[in-house]
């Protein structure tokens, strides 16, 4: 089973309306990362913190949100502080200052992926969870969205 999709449809009514009508929803994105047996929870939300789609069990608080926002963009704080998501405090195992961070560790981790426009997240938790699996996901996704101007 593929985890994500190249099979696109269409967005929802907001900023984003210039792009290209055969994108699909938003959930079904959330859905492909969920499907992966690597990911337990995933969220998609804008820059300016509009939560886009999540799982069920996704409660990203504001603080937590722009604190991510700050971390992605200085890895220097994220290092030094962590990054709390979903009300779970990680530590940074990788984090490039653009595009990508890892969290966590083996058993319980986060990935992150920014784009120009969007944020894509996905926690793991497990030792039937692969950490890397996880992070590639996230990442094929942005890279995803990144071809697509967003």
């Known amino acids: 089973m593929a985890c994500v999709t190249n099979d ?19 959930n079904s994105y959330v859905r492909d990362l969920n499907g992966c047996d690597h990911i337990q929870d995933a969220a998609i939300y804008d820059h300016h913190g509009n939560l886009l789609s999540s799982t069920a069990n996704w409660s990203l608080g504001e603080s937590e949100y722009s ?7 200085v890895p220097d704080i994220a290092h030094q502080e962590g990054v709390t998501i979903n009300s779970h405090r990680y530590a940074v195992r990788l984090a490039d200052g653009k595009f990508g961070m890892m ?8 990935s992150v992926c920014k784009t120009s426009k969007l944020l894509i997240i996905a926690t793991h938790k497990g030792l039937d969870m692969d950490a890397s699996i996880c992070n590639e996901m996230v990442m094929t996704l ?9």
């Not at 696109?8 to 938003?26: A, M």
């Not at 604190?67 to 963009?73: F, V």
């Not at 942005?142 to 967003?150: Q, V």
């Open 8 to 26: 696109i449809k269409h967005l929802p009514q907001n900023e984003f309306q210039h792009v290209p009508s055969n994108l699909v929803t938003w």
């Open 67 to 73: 604190h991510l926002l700050l971390a992605m963009n």
């Open 103 to 110: 969290l966590g560790g083996r058993r319980q981790g986060c």
């Open 142 to 150: 942005g890279d995803f969205f990144i071809s697509k101007g967003l």
